[in-house]
């Protein structure tokens, strides 16, 4: 298969070449969007646009994760077909036929605490749904070309930040944490415009689902209950059964986003991972980590700390995320209030709607209960504490406290915490030195290895556990830059061995020292924004 540039249309591009006719690319497209009754797509034309990608010219294949290939069956040879760069771009979207188009969807939120009205798919289409191996996932381009709902945008994303995206999702995986994956990223010399030119690039991401807060949202600022119920049928159809047994499966879905949405906080929080765009319409209904944007993980640890240069009043800090999460919550829970109660056999309107209320209060009030103590659990895990103790909690916090007024370095100062011993207090000093106030790490850690005393484990059992719980490699902004830089020279290699080290967090990888070093000078002054 090959490709063959035809003539140049709108988009700048080439009319797109023939679909693949052999090989694993033509299973994978054959199973594609093969319409099922209780996919996405099958709620219908009032949820999404069906349309072709934007064709890109000459692309090639940036990253591949053969562990997200795995998942929908794809050879880990499938990208030296020819046909791959072009397949992920969206270059054959144009052959199919009408009823299997590749679509965007349709979604609102509130961006920035602020209601924002419509948004959708503005660069995502789906390509559609794969079984495999008794699992069903999403299949969906990132940065293919305009939709209905791209509003000012060109549709398409860059490089530097679909690099970014795949690196991280599939980084976030090998932490353990939800998140969608990524496939491959698929370049191509095509100029965009953002604060100077760049190249645009598509990323290939896969969930079980892409819904967000913002759809809901959506079918609830257009009063449209029918479509809201739809909705919220397929979700809970396809993730959470059970729940069509409940009293109220409408309540049972909200507490689900509650329980999932309070985990991911826990997640995200435990390994200094900031986000930078927590609007509702970047919040998964699965709880799910998505739309990897000007996110960063926390280098020297400052709990206010903004990773979204764009967001000056530091709405979506580190410190702020739970907090959000929970506001967030709200959002859904509103958007979810018209059906509620359907089992309640209360003739008046106002008192049945109280008592909907009521019942949404209830669930959103659990979000606390499902953070507070996880949260607690994680840290203990981090600082090596197998029991329970009082004060335990204060005891974490402050060593928060002094690596805030320190800036120790957030992954490090974890990672070389199993190093101390609790019998030799003129041990290992790799902790200490990262904090400039070495009398206040002393302090702290006199306590800590007076706490460590109580613990039946030994030492080295102790660490063991620890390095599994505290990253040594996490994906740092500077890491990413290095990448990017020699991706933009066309030299993936350092793109592939970053992923390859960020594949396997936990372990001590000695030939990979550098990449869990601290970050050079230069790495202050990375900026990153909204702008992708
Ligand atoms: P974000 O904050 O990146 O999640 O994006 C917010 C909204 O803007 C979503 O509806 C996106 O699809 C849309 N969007 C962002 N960048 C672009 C772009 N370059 N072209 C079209 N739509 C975009
Ligand atoms: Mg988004």
Redesign the pocket.
């Known amino acids: 298969m090959s490709f063959s540039p035809g003539q140049t249309d709108s988009n700048g591009g080439s009319t797109a070449p023939r679909a693949p006719s052999n090989g694993p690319l033509a299973d994978f497209e054959r199973a594609l969007g093969v319409p099922r009754d209780d996919t996405f797509a099958a709620l219908g034309a009032t949820f999404h646009t069906r349309l072709p990608g934007a064709p890109l010219p000459a692309p090639y294949v940036v990253g591949f994760s053969e562990q997200t290939a795995a998942l929908l069956g794809l050879d880990r040879e499938a990208p030296s077909d020819p046909a791959f760069a072009e397949y992920f771009c969206g270059n054959f979207t144009r052959e199919r036929s009408p009823s299997t188009m590749s679509y965007a969807s349709v979604?609102s939120?509130h961006?920035f605490g602020v209601w924002?009205g419509q948004?959708?798919?503005?660069?995502?289409l789906m390509l559609g749904e794969i079984e495999h191996a008794g699992k069903r996932l999403e299949v969906q381009l990132k940065?293919a070309g305009?939709?209905p709902?791209?509003?000012?945008?060109?549709?398409?994303?860059v490089l530097r930040s679909s690099i970014r995206e795949f690196l991280c999702s599939e980084a976030m995986h090998h932490l353990g944490i939800p998140t969608t994956r990524a496939l491959t990223v698929i370049g191509s010399d095509q100029l965009?415009r953002r604060e100077e030119l760049e190249t645009a690039a598509v990323v290939t991401r896969v969930s079980p689902s892409f819904v967000r807060f913002g759809h809901f949202e959506h079918f609830y600022s257009h009063d449209n209950v029918e479509a809201l119920r739809a909705l919220a049928d397929h979700v809970i159809g396809r993730f959470y059964p059970h729940l069509r047994e409940a009293d109220d499966p409408y309540l049972g879905l909200l507490d689900e986003a509650v329980r999932s949405t309070a985990a991911l906080m826990v997640e995200w929080q435990a390994v200094g991972f900031c986000h930078g765009?927590m609007?509702t319409?970047?919040m998964s209904i699965l709880g799910l980590t998505i739309?990897y944007?000007p996110f960063g993980f926390i280098d020297g640890f400052d709990a206010n700390h903004i990773c979204n240069h764009s967001d000056s009043q530091g709405r979506y800090a580190y410190r702020m995320q739970p907090q959000i999460g929970y506001w967030n919550l709200f959002c859904l829970a509103q958007a979810l209030l018209p059906l509620f109660g359907a089992h309640y056999e209360i003739a008046d309107e106002k008192a049945r709607g109280e008592r909907c209320v009521a019942d949404a209060q209830g669930v959103l009030e659990r979000f606390k209960g499902h953070f507070a103590p996880a949260l607690e659990a994680r840290m203990r895990a981090k600082l090596g504490l197998e029991q329970t103790h009082e004060g335990d909690d204060a005891f974490a916090n402050r060593l928060f406290e002094i690596m805030h007024s320190n800036r120790a370095d957030f992954t490090l100062t974890f990672r070389h915490l199993s190093r101390v011993s609790k019998h030799d207090a003129q041990g290992d000093t790799s902790v200490r030195d990262l904090f400039l106030d070495r009398a206040a790490f002393d302090a702290w850690s006199l306590d800590y290895r007076a706490r460590l005393a109580l613990e039946t484990r030994d030492d080295a059992a102790r660490a063991v556990a620890m390095n599994r719980v505290n990253p040594k490699y996490v994906l740092r902004n500077h890491l990413a830059q290095t990448a990017i830089e020699r991706a933009a020279q066309k030299d993936f290699s350092e793109l592939e061995r970053l992923a390859k080290v960020l594949a396997r967090p936990f372990d001590e990888q000695p030939e990979h020292e550098a990449y869990a070093a601290l970050p050079p000078d230069w790495a202050s002054s990375l900026e990153v924004s909204?702008s992708?």
């Open positions: 979604y939120g961006q924002a948004l959708g798919d503005g660069r995502a940065g305009r939709t709902y791209s509003r000012m945008g060109d549709g398409r994303a965009v765009v609007n319409d970047n739309d944007g909204c992708s």
